[in-house]
């Protein structure tokens, strides 16, 4: 139920929302995160600026002595993403110490309060949207791939451990692509409380897998907390009285300050919608477009597989003899580990009419090995050297339990390795 708002703020209460509605409005605005559309396109020329001024203000007002030449990309936790939140956070404590030696006589923000919401509330919407539909289609953390499934266990990093845990499962991943979609509850005034509620728990979880297993999203999924509780704020008593009293209670719905004219409120509304659509639908062109280039939709080889090299036969040539594991990925690309464990990425052309793969070491076109391949059955492989090459390949395709094992409904024994 909408109720009215308090007509009067304490000093105190000025105080803290100042600093909080300057440093959140600089926060979308500086890490905006691909959450509000057309964002990157404002921010070009300052975020060129910053560029320039972050890495000075690294050097010569915190003293850091190495240059910072890494901005923002897909890790959020980059030297430069750092010395910007301290300027952000720089910037909100001199603005409300102006704002206060200039601002003493507005009795409250109640309406400054209400677009800080909305601002918050599309920005975190937006964000969990997005994260949640790519993980819907398993775009985020794809199944295991051959890489990683020949890879030693010890020899993963914390964030490649998540990350084959969390595409291990399509269900899971189905799930918390749900949960993250429910952020859209947020876009709409009447169930932000609720949309508040899962979000807290949503960025909850990924701040703590960001946190214990080194993601470095660590300062994203943390304001992602932080402003899911900015939003919860005005609900805070009721919300307590309600789980640890066994309270009845009301639950606040911020009244959303009056517009006199009506072409400046059709306007809003307008650009509200417009944007949730322009949103969705471009997420929906994205998500699709990629699907077919990346993840478990990707092209995959006709050969597709893990190989172990059983026997190498003829002198001709040496490679093959130090192969180990021979890995048929994606429809132009392939790996070879080595006896000694090194690994070599490679670009691959398969001719199934001729029965033939090119391999290009290093990614090198110039550099490449030919060979026949015959299929001895599905488990079995050979590569005959080609041209004039005598070399004799045997391979037995690798299984894995943790992709063959499937859902079992019936266990009389925990199938633990």
Same mark, same amino acid.
């Given at each position: ?37 057309? !964002? ?10 910053? =560029? ?39 910037? $909100? ?44 289609? =398993?775009? =985020? ?10 890879? $030693? ?96 209670? =009301?639950?606040?719905?911020? $009244? ?41 939709? $990707? ?86 050297? !080609? ?31």
């Amino acid at each position: 139920m909408t109720q009215p708002t308090p007509e009067h703020w304490n000093l105190s209460q000025k105080i803290i929302f100042r600093f909080v509605f300057i440093i959140l409005l600089l926060f979308i605005f500086f890490i905006n995160n691909g959450a509000y559309p057309l !964002m990157w396109l404002i921010m070009k020329y300052p975020q060129e600026l910053l =560029q320039v001024f972050i890495p000075w203000l690294g050097k010569n007002l915190l003293g850091i002595p190495y240059e910072i030449t890494t901005f923002s990309n897909g890790s959020g936790d980059t030297t430069y993403d750092y010395v910007l939140l301290f300027f952000i956070t720089l910037m $909100a404590l001199t603005g409300t110490v102006l704002w206060t030696l200039t601002g003493r006589k507005a009795d409250n923000y109640n309406k400054l309060f209400y677009w800080l919401t909305v601002a918050v509330r599309f920005y975190v919407g937006f964000m969990l949207i997005n994260y949640g539909a790519v993980k819907v289609i =398993q775009l =985020q953390f794809p199944s295991p791939g051959l890489y990683r499934l020949t890879q $030693a266990y010890g020899d993963s990093s914390p964030m490649g451990l998540a990350w084959t845990f969390l595409g291990f499962s399509k269900g899971y991943n189905l799930f918390m692509g749900v949960a993250e979609l429910m952020a859209g509850l947020l876009l709409f005034r009447r169930t932000v409380t609720i949309g508040a509620i899962l979000t807290l728990m949503v960025s909850a979880n990924i701040m703590a897998v960001n946190y214990f297993y080194d993601i470095p999203v660590k300062i994203v999924s943390t304001a992602l907390v932080l402003m899911s509780l900015f939003l919860l704020a005005p609900n805070f008593k009721p919300l307590i009285k309600l789980f640890f009293a066994g309270e009845a209670v =009301q639950l606040k719905t911020l $009244a959303a300050p009056p517009i006199k004219s009506e072409w400046l409120q059709t306007t809003l509304y307008s650009l509200k919608y417009l944007c949730i659509f322009f949103v969705c639908a471009g997420l929906i062109w994205s998500v699709f477009s990629q699907r077919a280039k990346y993840g478990d939709k $990707a092209p995959k080889s006709p050969l597709y597989g893990a190989y172990r090299v059983d026997k190498v036969s003829g002198a001709a040539h040496s490679d093959p003899k130090k192969w180990k594991i021979l890995m048929m990925d994606g429809l132009n690309y392939s790996a070879i580990k080595f006896i000694d464990d090194g690994v070599e990425h490679c670009d691959v052309k398969t001719d199934t009419i001729a029965k033939s793969i090119s391999l290009g070491y290093n990614m090198d076109a110039n550099n490449r090995q030919k060979f026949n391949y015959t299929v001895i059955d599905p488990d079995h492989l050979v590569l005959k050297g !080609m041209p004039g090459d005598s070399v004799v390949v045997e391979l037995t395709r690798i299984k894995f339990p943790l992709t063959d094992r499937g859902f079992n409904w019936i266990t009389e024994k925990p199938f633990n390795k």
